[in-house]
């Protein structure tokens, strides 16, 4: 590595005024391709003084970008998209490439109306694929170049697979059919920076270990055996070895006798932000606002001085995880690459060889959750709610199918805010409506989540446990416990002229609305329940929905497809002429992608605010 080089790295950590005034940046990939190649460290520098500056405002994926600033640069100097294709995998490293893209500021990073967090097509044509979901983008590259081919288009495609996607089913499988088509023009550009959220697992992790330790001799590599050309390892910060490499990959591209090309691309996450780096959980993967320089504090006594520990529905999974793993040595925990994220570090510590990380491969999850199940066990696989998408036939015809001891666990359920459409988790619900004999709890809050967990996991069957992002909302007391559930406001005992059905962590919004309708209506009994148990749907709860003069159902899912959705349909099934239905009507988000912005706005966009859920009410009792 260059001495400027050297130099960026170690100078990017600190105060933006210490820096001298900074050139602007290149407006877009052609004026990048005419600097010249002295300019790239310079260059290299104001990127990563740009990212942290821009993420301690607004927060992001720091870690990851400062990680792939010389690598971004060198894809756009020996690449031209948009007529070549780059496909970032995952899409959160990609704050880089809008920087050189005509995106230079990264305006608003994912606040609404700015500039998303990930890739984004409605911002520019140079932004490919948009969903952030892993392992997917050697196949979406392979498949733009194999249609380029067939028109008679010249030009390479590229897949930037990091961050451990490549423990993704989907990624091995695309290797595997790239690697047999002679004449591909796909160069794969392998960001090994020896981490997804914590360090990659599995045998290909050790595999990539070797080939970085000069351990595998040449030609001895598992992507030669594939019938790839492999180059590399290569720095991934060192600019003219990149070039370099880059140039070579494209020979080979190019070469008809020869099939797809992976480049080795060796890089360190949080690269040139010291505390990045140094942090050994996540390496800054993801932050919130954080100051550039923190303030000297004097130093605590841990024992009289620690805080507390934040009061967030993950905090509130592990310990509920943990202590039932305590209480029974059947529990095992597992985790698709996310261990801290999904609250299974405290676990870890305590219990390292019953928590078990599969690598971002959430169908290996949950059938590797099905056979612990069949032997005896009583696993917990912990997921993120949007990423319970991508292991949908494992749920329904290897967890459920077989009547198998799984619970599931979905942090960010519902709308989670500034990661935007791809990682909102608003489609759980109606997924787990479909599954025969799942059953789902949704914690209206902290103490309910508490006993949530020890619950499905005392019962004989597939169950999911289901809560969103952040801190836990204020307690709503329970007024009375009823067959159908726990009874929030208004009386269960007289006639119900609206029973509001909440389903999570809404019940202080319909509680609120409740209360303005009966301010609004003397006389009107507004009772909100909530059902505890929410799946199956059970006979007391249709009892008293069917008894009622209208119902009205909030949930932070999908309205036509939640739980809401399949209760109308299973008191319309019980109507007839004589004992028609109550009229029903489902609050939830209406079922689109929903673009980014902060949690609170959206559910207010949504009608699931308080507001919104009173107007529902009037809409219902008309």
Known sequence: MSTAQEHSLKTADGPATAEPAAAPLPA???????????????????????????????????????????????????????????????GHQAYVHKMLTGRADLAGLRSAGGVAGYPARDES??????????SGSIAWAHGIDRAHRLAGEPGASVAVIGDGALTGGVGLEALNVL?????????????????????????????????????????????TALGLTYLGPVDGHDPEALAAVL????????????????????????????????????????????????????????AVDAPAPRDTWTAHLGAAVLSAARADERVLALSAAMVDPVGLTPMQRELPERVVDVGIAEQLALDTAAGLSRGGAKPVVALYATFLG????????????????????????GVTGEDGPSHHGLWDLGLACQVPGLALWAPRDGD??????????????????????????????????????????????????????SIGPLAGSAVE????LEGEREGANIVVLDPVQALPLAAPLLDLAASAGAVLTVEDGIAERGVGAALAVRLAQRASRSAPAPAV????????????????????????????IARGLRAVLA
């Open 585 to 612: 009507r489902t609050l939830g988000v209406a079922q689109e992608f929903v673009p980014h912005g902060t949690r609170a706005d959206i559910l207010a966009a949504h009608g699931l605010d308080a507001e919104g």
């Open 247 to 302: 140039r070579r990959a494209r020979e080979a591209a190019e070469d008809v006798t020869r099939a797809g090309v992976l480049v080795h691309v060796v890089t360190r996450k949080g690269a040139g932000f010291e505390r990045a780096e140094a942090d050994a959980i996540d390496q800054w993967h993801s932050t919130g606002p954080f100051e550039i320089s923190p303030p000297v504090v004097a130093e605590v006594d841990p």
């Open 179 to 223: 690697g047999a088509d002679v004449g591909s023009r796909t160069v794969v550009v392998l960001n090994d920076n020896t981490r997804s959220y914590a360090p990659t697992v599995g045998g290909l992790a050790l595999h990539l270990q070797a080939l970085r330790e000069g351990a595998v001799r040449p030609g001895g590599d598992v992507f």
């Open 125 to 134: 044509d140079h932004d490919v694929v948009e969903n952030s979901h892993a």
């Open 448 to 501: 309910h989540l508490d006993t949530a967990v020890p619950a499905a996991l005392a019962l004989d069957g597939p169950a999911v446990v289901r809560f969103p992002k952040g801190a836990c909302p204020t307690p709503v007391p329970t007024r009375a416990r009823i067959p159908a559930g726990e009874v929030l406001a208004g009386d269960a005992e007289r006639p119900i002229d609206a029973l509001v059905l």
């Open 390 to 413: 991508r292991a949908v036939d494992q749920l329904l015809l290897d967890v459920a199918l077989h009547g198998e001891d799984v619970t599931i666990t979905l942090d960010r359920a």
């Open 513 to 516: 609305a409740a209360a303005r």
């Open 28 to 90: 877009d990939p052609a004026q990048l391709r005419a600097l010249p190649a002295s300019a790239l460290p310079d260059l290299a520098r104001t990127l990563r003084r740009r990212l942290v500056e821009i993420t301690s405002r607004t927060g992001g994926h720091l870690g990851p970008n400062l990680g792939v600033v010389e690598l971004t640069l060198a894809l756009h100097r020996e690449f031209r998209s948009p007529q070549e294709a780059l496909v970032f995998d995952t």
